[in-house]
């Protein structure tokens, strides 16, 4: 059974910064698009960044220059940096595993990242 788990959600001050980790197990990790998504109440999932197993990185507007997506294919994880983080980051992140040129995806469980005075 495929299992993504994140780590490092939490809360911090606003300006602050946070990483969240999500380790994948049973799969083929360099085969899938690795990505973050967050949830916030009363609104739909939305992207914050992707990374494909070469590399190339793809963020949301929003999170552009702020955030920093990155992938280690040896050790199964990827990682996201938060930096600068305001109140309109507060969310439940997801981690996503997309099989490239495939419709098949995975879900973790989600982390929650508050960002409050």
């Known amino acids: 059974q495929v299992q993504l788990v994140e780590s490092g959600g939490g809360l911090v001050q606003p300006g602050g910064s946070l990483r969240l980790s999500c380790a994948a197990s049973?799969?083929?990790?360099?085969?899938?698009?690795m990505g973050w998504y967050r949830q916030a109440p009363g609104k739909q999932r939305e992207l914050v960044a992707d990374i494909t197993s070469g590399g190339r990185t793809n963020y949301a507007v929003s999170v552009k220059g702020r955030f920093t997506i990155s992938r280690d294919n040896t050790k199964n994880t990827v990682l996201l940096q938060m930096n600068s983080l305001n109140p309109e980051d507060t969310s439940v992140y997801y981690c996503?595993?997309?099989?490239?040129?495939?419709?098949?995806?995975?879900w973790g469980q989600g982390t929650q990242v508050t960002v409050s005075s």
């Open positions: 996503n595993a997309n099989l490239q040129s495939s419709t098949l995806r995975y």
């Open positions: 049973r799969i083929i990790f360099s085969d899938y698009t």
